[in-house]
């Protein structure tokens, strides 16, 4: 069965520092790979996606994500974090089943960023 | 465009009701997908419908089902409700193409007591 997973629960930041927030999927086939964010009080919304080629994607916000086949993971990443970045971030993963498609996602990452 | 519309957005209910959820795509977009979220556990996958018919389901009890209808709205029906059904119940529309993202709506809150 299909699972992702997500390395952390909880992070706490301070402005300006990096993050990474690790991805990692279990599934063989063809898959299509997204990060949504939940800002609060918001609705989930889409913040980068890969289909194919370029294994580097670039969303909004100044979020980035990389593909790595070989690892099944797909870790975000944002070189300078800001207070407004606090939000909850799930990786989910896409892929063809029973004639149609099943997107599952991580259990989630809640990030703080301290102004 | 409007955005993916879910009524209501509150509900209390005692164990043993039933209840159901609805939900409005985004115009044009013929996949409803509908998650349970709740502290922990992330968005659990229940079903997705597309024109009309169930694609795809998740590990969910039969009192858990849905439908959708010819303009794409769908609904959700628990039935026989339990303690453990309280979450944040969410709908997702997408064009129903492989790669096309999920649009959400704000979600409806279900309390059961």
């Known amino acids: 069965a299909q699972s992702v997973s997500q390395h952390n629960h909880h992070v706490i930041l301070s402005e300006a520092a990096s993050l990474e927030l690790g991805c990692n999927y279990s599934?063989?086939?063809?898959?299509?790979l997204f990060w949504y964010v939940q800002y609060p009080g918001q609705h989930l919304q889409l913040l980068l996606k890969y289909f194919s080629g370029d294994p580097l994607v670039k969303g909004i916000k100044g979020f980035e994500a990389e593909f790595i086949k070989s690892k099944f993971s797909f870790n975000l990443r944002k070189p300078s974090v800001q207070w407004s970045d606090t939000a909850e971030y799930f990786c989910?993963?896409?892929?063809?089943?029973?004639?149609?498609?099943?997107?599952?996602f991580g259990a989630g990452t809640r990030l703080f960023v301290k102004a | 465009k409007a955005g993916v519309t879910q009524t209501p957005r509150y509900l209390i209910k005692t164990r043993g009701q039933q209840v159901t959820l609805s939900c409005s795509p985004i115009?044009?977009?013929?996949?409803v997908s509908w998650y349970q979220q709740t502290p922990g556990q992330g968005l659990q996958f229940l079903f997705e419908y597309f024109s009309e018919t169930q694609r795809n389901k998740g590990n969910f009890p039969g009192r858990f089902s849905g439908r959708q209808f010819s303009n794409s709205r769908s609904e959700m029906n628990v039935s026989t409700l339990e303690l453990g059904d309280s979450a944040l119940y969410l709908c997702?529309?997408?064009?129903?193409?492989?790669?096309?993202?999920?649009?959400f709506g704000n979600g409806t809150r279900l309390t059961v007591t």
């Open positions: 599934y063989g086939g063809t898959v299509n």
């Open positions: 115009s044009g977009h013929r996949s």
């Open positions: 997702a529309s997408s064009s129903g193409t492989d790669n096309s993202p999920l649009h």
């Open positions: 989910a993963v896409n892929s063809p089943l029973g004639g149609g498609f099943k997107t599952i």
